[in-house]
């Protein structure tokens, strides 16, 4: 493998084009990180002044996939210290997000940044480049744009109230944050938000601020036409320093959401002078009788016309009159949407993209190391939907980034090493709990809503489901059985003792009022049982001889459930029935996982194994059973995998002593 030269030599481009094509196959060497580099594989984007490469980020401590934004020489060269502050800007802003752990999932995170002596044309040219997150939408759709699309093409509409109002929420979030630490954006578009995850684990992250301006930095592009025709306010238009602020960012996300609820733009113009007359006079498209709006919107004229109501408000000519933050629009929105008929439109567009999952099945694996085992030992962890993961382990909290561990906060919280559990309730929010029956929230703002039970002096172990709806928790009092407590509404039921186990090691939601709950019986054999919290009871299910149950996964949307032990022992829960299944070689399993497709996969120690369902029948054709496929086995890793993930691209999975391993299907 070439490296590109050290800074001392130029690298030599091809005479046919700017030398960025030339660098695939080649090394970027990080000038932050000692032992980084960046291993370029192809292009993915490219713009008229940047080009856009996917990369392997190398490291000391493992591998992952970037994106290398890279500036195109002959704009170094024509625009001189301009393109530098493009990349500085981008480098600025992103870096003050950078510094809460975790960041904000609602922005692309900065990984890197630096220059590259480059030559071409026979100049020699110092060209600068950032790293960024690799977002991977999978056949939903990276970008915004191509999410809505895909909705149309899948449902005949744009995104229904609740995907809806998932998105507002995470791009309000975002732009929150973004304008916390001081930085405008000032080229919010459809284009510009790339997104990652499905159902409720999806993600919209706010992309691509080389046009932002951070305050504090000189020199930001003043007097200079910046945003998009049909989603840049005015001021922006106009160039006009003194009006730009958060309110310019609130305009153009006030034309995003117009987008991703009709699939069509708010302001149809064709030049600046247009959309200051359109914005001016109050020409505004309204949502009604828009094609591709949602069916459970389209009826509901009070909903409709409150929301034109707040996308008018937030598009005014007058700045000081718009709502002046990303998260007061959202609250004008989001609460109607909530309001209408709660049927995701994925029930549709869900079945499609199972369908073309399924019509081009994965030949093989490609496997990654993401990070090498490190010293933490996890207890529990809890996924994001972009693949990050906030952790409980003998010393506190710990977040993985996706690239590298990082400590988290824990400033007040009662007794730091003593959680238990960490468990995902929304994007970039975490549920925190364990010792002295005390639980918390976690988010980049850090420990906030704590939480102790009175009277209870034992610790939660386990939690699943929603505190504000249905939720079961795990007591372990001292020198007694374990007791599952529930809330409902945020109110205690009744807690159920259970006397038949000796230990409790997961639980997991496999119907909207049913949880299986796994573990070891007071006879040292494997034992489960099926929790009704709201009929006050315990169902004990036929079990394996073996000696425990050790994780359980489930999707209650869909009513299934998974759960794996000892000797390769597997409980498949489906339509109301629980069978039983051997996982060949009969490894001891720790951990389990069900994806999008209801495809279930298990993990022990140095192996993962995925469950291929059944073919479908043919007519007067014997049923055939699923079969369990090993798809990574690598005997050198000592230490069982304790958590699985997965999304539309593969699986990512943790080991009890921080490594983390990824693979990524390769579509025959």
């Known amino acids: 493998m070439q490296s590109v030269p050290p800074p001392s030599e130029a690298f030599e481009p091809p005479e046919d084009d700017d030398g960025l094509g030339a660098l695939v196959g080649h090394e970027i060497r990080s000038e932050l990180v000692p032992g980084a580099s960046y291993r370029v594989l192809s292009i993915v984007g490219s713009g008229a002044s940047s080009v856009a490469l996917r990369a392997l980020r190398v490291s000391p401590e493992g591998e992952c996939l970037v994106v290398v934004k890279v500036m195109?020489?002959?704009?170094?060269?024509?625009?001189?210290?301009?393109?530098?502050?493009?990349?500085?800007?981008?480098?600025?802003?992103?870096?003050?997000?950078?510094?809460?752990?975790?960041?904000?999932?609602?922005?692309?995170?900065?990984?890197?940044?630096?220059?590259?002596?480059?030559?071409?044309?026979?100049?020699?040219?110092?060209?600068?480049?950032?790293?960024?997150?690799?977002?991977?939408?999978?056949?939903?759709?990276?970008?915004?744009?191509?999410?809505?699309?895909?909705?149309?093409?899948?449902?005949?509409?744009?995104?229904?109230?609740?995907?809806?109002?998932?998105?507002?929420?995470?791009?309000?979030?975002?732009?929150g944050a973004v304008h916390e630490v001081g930085v405008i954006h000032r080229d919010i578009k459809p284009s510009n938000v790339l997104c990652?995850?499905?159902?409720?684990?999806?993600?919209?992250?706010?992309?691509?601020?080389?046009?932002?301006?951070?305050?504090?930095?000189?020199?930001?592009?003043?007097?200079?036409?910046v945003g998009t025709l049909g989603y840049a306010a005015p001021e922006l238009e106009l160039a006009d320093p003194r009006a730009i602020g958060p309110s310019s960012d609130v305009f153009s996300l006030a034309a995003v959401i117009y987008f991703l609820l009709t699939g069509d733009r708010y302001f149809r113009v064709k030049s600046p002078g247009e959309l200051i007359v359109a914005v001016a006079t109050g020409q505004k498209r309204s949502l009604e009788g828009r094609r591709w709006l949602s069916p459970h919107l389209r009826d509901r004229k009070r909903t409709v016309s409150a929301i034109d109501y707040a996308l008018g408000c937030a598009t005014g000519a007058e700045v000081s009159k718009r709502p002046q933050t990303a998260d007061a629009l959202a609250s004008m929105i989001v609460p109607w949407l909530r309001d209408a008929v709660r049927v995701r439109g994925g029930s549709r567009h869900a079945a499609r993209v199972k369908g073309a999952e399924e019509a081009t099945p994965a030949s093989r694996f490609t496997w990654t190391v993401l990070q090498r085992p490190s010293n933490r030992v996890?207890?529990?962890?809890?996924?994001?939907?972009?693949?990050?993961?906030?952790?409980?382990?003998?010393?506190?909290?710990?977040?993985?980034?996706?690239t590298q561990w990082l400590d988290a906060s824990l400033a007040g919280f009662?007794?730091?090493?003593?959680?238990?559990?960490?468990?995902?309730?929304?994007?970039?929010?975490?549920?925190?709990?364990?010792?002295?029956?005390?639980?918390a929230t976690y988010t980049a703002e850090g420990i906030g809503d704590v939480r102790r039970t009175p009277g209870l002096e034992h610790r939660f172990d386990l939690l699943s489901g929603a505190l504000d709806d249905l939720a079961v928790l795990v007591e372990v009092p001292t020198g007694a059985p374990p007791v599952l407590a529930t809330l409902s509404s945020r109110r205690w039921l009744r807690p159920l003792p259970l006397p038949t186990f000796a230990n409790v090691a997961a639980l997991a939601r496999v119907e909207d009022a049913r949880w299986l709950v796994v573990g070891r019986g007071v006879d040292g054999r494997a034992h489960a049982c099926?929790?009704?919290?709201?009929?006050?009871?315990?169902?004990?299910?036929?079990?394996?001889?073996?000696?425990?149950?050790?994780?359980?996964?489930?999707?209650?949307?869909?009513?299934?459930?998974?759960?794996?032990?000892?000797?390769?022992?597997?409980?498949?829960?489906?339509?109301?029935?629980a069978t039983?299944?051997?996982?060949?070689?009969?490894?001891?399993?720790?951990?389990?996982?069900?994806?999008?497709?209801?495809?279930?996969?298990?993990?022990?120690?140095?192996?993962?194994?995925?469950?291929?369902?059944?073919?479908?029948?043919?007519?007067?054709?014997?049923?055939?059973?699923?079969?369990?496929?090993?798809?990574?086995?690598?005997?050198?890793?000592?230490?069982?995998?304790?958590?699985?993930?997965?999304?539309?691209?593969?699986?990512?999975?943790?080991?009890?002593?921080?490594?983390?391993?990824?693979?990524?299907?390769?579509?025959?």
């Not at 900065?110 to 060209?127: H, K, N, Q, R, S």
């Not at 159902?199 to 200079?224: C, H, M, N, R, S």
């Not at 996890?378 to 996706?402: K, P, Q, Y």
């Open 72 to 175: 195109r020489p002959w704009f170094v060269r024509q625009a001189g210290s301009v393109a530098a502050l493009t990349v500085k800007k981008e480098a600025v802003a992103l870096g003050r997000l950078n510094e809460r752990v975790p960041a904000t999932p609602f922005v692309v995170r900065l990984i890197d940044t630096g220059t590259l002596p480059v030559t071409a044309d026979g100049y020699a040219v110092d060209v600068p480049w950032v790293v960024l997150e690799y977002v991977h939408g999978g056949l939903l759709g990276t970008t915004l744009t191509e999410r809505v699309t895909n909705a149309v093409r899948a449902t005949g509409y744009a995104f229904d109230p609740a995907r809806a109002a998932l998105a507002i929420e995470c791009l309000a979030a975002g732009l």
């Open 196 to 225: 990652c995850g499905s159902d409720d684990d999806e993600i919209f992250k706010i992309a691509d601020f080389g046009v932002a301006k951070p305050t504090g930095l000189a020199g930001t592009f003043g007097g200079v036409v």
């Open 378 to 402: 996890i207890r529990c962890v809890a996924w994001d939907g972009d693949g990050r993961a906030m952790a409980a382990t003998n010393t506190g909290l710990s977040f993985w980034n996706g």
């Open 414 to 439: 009662p007794n730091p090493t003593g959680i238990r559990f960490v468990r995902r309730v929304a994007a970039g929010r975490w549920l925190i709990g364990g010792d002295d029956a005390t639980v």
């Open 530 to 577: 099926l929790y009704s919290p709201l009929e006050w009871l315990a169902t004990s299910l036929p079990s394996p001889d073996v000696r425990a149950f050790l994780d359980c996964a489930g999707r209650h949307e869909r009513g299934v459930g998974l759960c794996a032990g000892a000797g390769g022992a597997v409980l498949w829960w489906q339509q109301g029935q």
């Open 580 to 668: 039983h299944e051997i996982v060949p070689g009969g490894d001891d399993l720790s951990s389990t996982a069900i994806d999008s497709i209801e495809r279930g996969w298990v993990g022990g120690r140095g192996r993962i194994w995925l469950r291929r369902p059944p073919p479908r029948m043919v007519l007067g054709a014997p049923a055939q059973p699923a079969r369990w496929e090993r798809v990574w086995d690598d005997p050198s890793w000592a230490a069982p995998i304790v958590s699985l993930w997965t999304d539309q691209r593969g699986v990512v999975a943790m080991t009890a002593d921080g490594g983390v391993i990824e693979g990524r299907a390769e579509l025959r």
